[in-house]
């Protein structure tokens, strides 16, 4: 079973030299793992024993679809009202400890590995019941419905349940967890977990128009960001803007595993934010 790298907080030491590699471009945003601090973290309006490292969120001229909030939950923490918009989705990716998800009527108990996605409108609560802390990962955007497609309904399942498809042509060097079909115009966005052996590579500049974050749960890269090559490792946020240039080379002697979300399988909007119309 593969390990997911989840943030713990602190402090780095008086003592220790102001080297890193955060960034803040007009393409892309790398959050190192050592930023995770905890002077960085919020508090959220209907949460109790819970702090946020809120990593993403839309930003006018930047990425603009969605936000993306590291959660710790403490014994006994959580919410009964945890989404404040009615109209948006959500995707919960557990990385460490236990979480209770209950919605219509029912709850299930999910461990490292558990995803969830909430469909917008849901009712849902959120629990802590263990005697240590549970981190998770919780994805949001405003859910764009389709003409002729309905929404689809919520669902739970895993990592370890899922199996990755390799991609064309890498003999299973670069591989992808898919949540949900790819096919199914329902979902206007995914969150998918990419892995690359060691040695695995993208041999191409990807350029395209999804916005991307992209949480780093294990493993190593040198990974290529608009003009630049920038070195990864798990616990690192890269935050990509629509059109950035992407490409990584696997490192290191395990697999590089990352958590990536895109918007999908919307028309490019005319008019609101992000676009010129009225």
Partial sequence: ???????????????????????????????????????VTSLLPGWTGTRAWIVARPMTGFAETFCHALMEVGPGGGSL??????????????????IWLE???????????GYAWLPPGLGWTLHNGTDHPARFHWLRKIYEPAPGTAVPAPFITSDAEVAPVAMPGTDGVWATTRFVDPDDLGHDMHVNIVTFR??????FEETHVMEHGIYVLQGRAVYRLNRDWVEVEAGDYLWLRAFCPQACVAAGPEPFRYLLYKDVNRHPRLRGPGAFGR
Avoid: K, W
């Fill in 1 to 39: 079973m593969t390990g997911y790298f989840a943030p713990q907080g602190g402090l780095p030491p008086q003592n220790a030299l102001h080297t890193g590699r955060a960034v803040f471009t007009e393409a892309y945003a790398v959050i190192p793992r050592g930023c995770f601090s905890d002077i």
């Fill in 81 to 98: 009202s945890p989404e404040p918009d009615p109209g948006a989705e959500a995707v919960i990716f557990v990385t460490a400890g236990e």
């Fill in 103 to 113: 919605f219509d009527g029912a709850g299930r108990a999910l461990g490292p590995g």
């Fill in 198 to 203: 060691p040695g695995g590579r993208i041999t």
